[in-house]
């Protein structure tokens, strides 16, 4: 019938939710997306195993990615096959999917292939409720088109099971491991090749991001207190150039309560050839008005470079693309910081395996992200997007150094240009003309900074500040 969609199992079930078969999706533009993914890794930094998985509804293709990050060397294995071959099975090739029990468990298995000798049998196990982060909307920028309208939830766990490389197989204990996992779904940025015929995107599609500023940090991390009591910081951060262009941030609590995060002032050192994080810590402002600190230390040289798994592209190939009936391919790279490696990949976003502190919060496995849990750490999925000039790593890095007037917290702020609540800039610029440096600036009061010229303003004040200091000798 040509009015209805195709009749799928799925729609025996009562679960619908527009008018129409669970073949057909609300939206008709080809980026729409449901994305999965998940990353276990080893506490020690040692070892790091990813896999994820896209169904592109309107562009009949579902692909699936797997690998490890073992030191500086990276193993990475795509399938992409037809979704109407068989519609609901979360299959690709050797790459499988299985929900075990909605919100609690699930299960990622990769057989033997052609392409790495590589497999594994993963079983997630929650360990922290699921928690949503806010709607990721977002238009062109000439305020026309919305480019991105995506929901997303995550979720701790940890995993168990076995890994095999190269014929040497690893029982994963949970207890010598920690994992997260993501759910989104809706209209996605970067699906598919870039057309043609509009205007190039500002930061996507075929732009080169070493010719942009942009840092993105996603870090959800999960901590303990003494007392057993787990809690999470999740927070999800984008700057391009000196504008703070999506941000979501809560702190989640056991209960399933979410406390929303004003804003997160990252001071973060990443190499300048390599762009990986090399550690620092975060200041997480709270609505309420209280702001805690927490420490990030980055556990061995393991981490995941997601570029190879196709996010913002590789080697020409794009998520979504559609390569025949079924397609595998892959590589083996020995060294990913390798000046011809980086040549080669997109951008240097990179699931980087950390320990975390707060307070007397203990972590209790290295998350993706900062969990509350004080957990430092694995987690702290903090992805800094490669290639970004040195003088914009060290703006957003604060490599500790003449470029940054010690002692003074203000300092970071306005480097960062993100003094985007208005009410806070007459505190700031009382704290700032505080320090000894800020008599030789001139004719740059933060106070007379208006909201909307925050960035700027604070940038080119920060910069006038460094100069006074150099010329104090601080």
């Known amino acids: 019938m040509q009015g209805i969609g195709k009749l799928l199992d799925a729609d025996e ?22 994305k999965l993914w998940t990353p276990s890794s080893r506490k020690d930094g040692t070892l790091q195993i990813d896999c994820g998985l896209g169904r592109y509804q309107n562009r009949d293709v579902m692909d699936a990615f797997a690998g490890i990050s073992r030191g500086k060397e990276q193993w990475t294995i795509r399938a992409s096959r037809e979704l109407s071959q068989d519609p609901l099975a979360t299959k690709v090739g050797p790459i499988t999917y299985e929900v075990l029990e909605p919100q609690k468990k699930i299960r990622w298995a990769l057989d033997k292939n052609g392409v790495i000798p590589l497999t594994f049998d993963l079983t997630f196990e929650a360990i922290h409720p699921c928690f949503f982060e806010d709607r990721h909307i977002q238009r062109d920028e000439r305020g026309f088109r919305i480019v991105s309208n995506v929901v997303r939830y995550h979720q701790a766990g940890v995993p168990s099971g076995w890994v095999e490389i190269d014929g040497k197989r690893e029982i994963i204990r949970p207890e010598d491991w920690f994992s997260y996992r993501d759910h989104s779904w809706g209209v996605r940025l970067d699906v598919g090749a870039p057309p043609t015929d509009l205007r190039p995107a500002r930061d996507f599609g075929e732009r080169k991001f070493e010719d942009s500023k942009f840092l993105l940090n996603w870090s959800p991390l999960l901590l303990e207190k003494p007392d057993g009591t787990k809690y999470e910081y999740h927070f999800y951060l984008q700057i391009r150039g ?75 190939k794009k998520h ?69 000039s040195s003088d914009v790593a060290r703006s957003h890095a604060h490599a500790e150094g003449p470029a940054r007037i010690p002692g003074c917290r203000r300092c970071v702020d306005l480097d960062h240009g993100l003094v985007h609540r208005p009410f806070q800039r007459d505190l700031q610029a009382r ?32 910069q006038a500040c460094r100069r006074a200091a150099g010329a104090q000798g601080l």
């Open 13 to 34: 079930q009562l679960n619908h939710q527009i008018a129409d078969t669970f073949a057909t999706v609300a939206e008709s533009d080809l980026s729409w997306t449901e």
């Open 242 to 316: 000196d504008e703070v262009f999506y941000f979501s941030g809560y702190r989640n609590n056991a209960d399933g309560r979410q406390e929303r995060i004003a804003r997160v002032r990252p001071v973060l050192r990443y190499d300048d050839d390599t762009r990986r994080l090399l550690g620092g810590y975060l200041y997480i402002d709270m609505l309420n008005g209280e702001t805690n600190k927490v420490d990030i230390e980055v556990m061995g040289e393991s981490g995941f470079y997601l570029s190879t798994a196709l996010y913002l592209g590789f080697d020409g």
């Open 320 to 388: 979504g693309n559609w390569r025949g009936e079924l397609n595998l391919d892959g590589e083996q790279i020995p060294d990913m910081t390798a000046p011809e490696v980086r040549k080669r990949l997109a951008t240097a976003v990179r699931d980087t395996i950390v320990k975390v502190r707060e307070g007397d919060a203990k972590w209790l496995r290295p998350l993706r992200a900062h969990r509350a849990r004080r957990m430092a750490g694995d987690g702290i999925v903090l992805h800094p997007y490669a290639r970004l």
């Open 431 to 462: 704290r700032h003309r505080s320090h000894p440096a800020h008599a030789a600036v001139q004719g740059r009061p933060v106070a007379a900074l208006r909201h909307g010229r925050a960035a700027r303003g604070v940038g080119r004040h920060g």
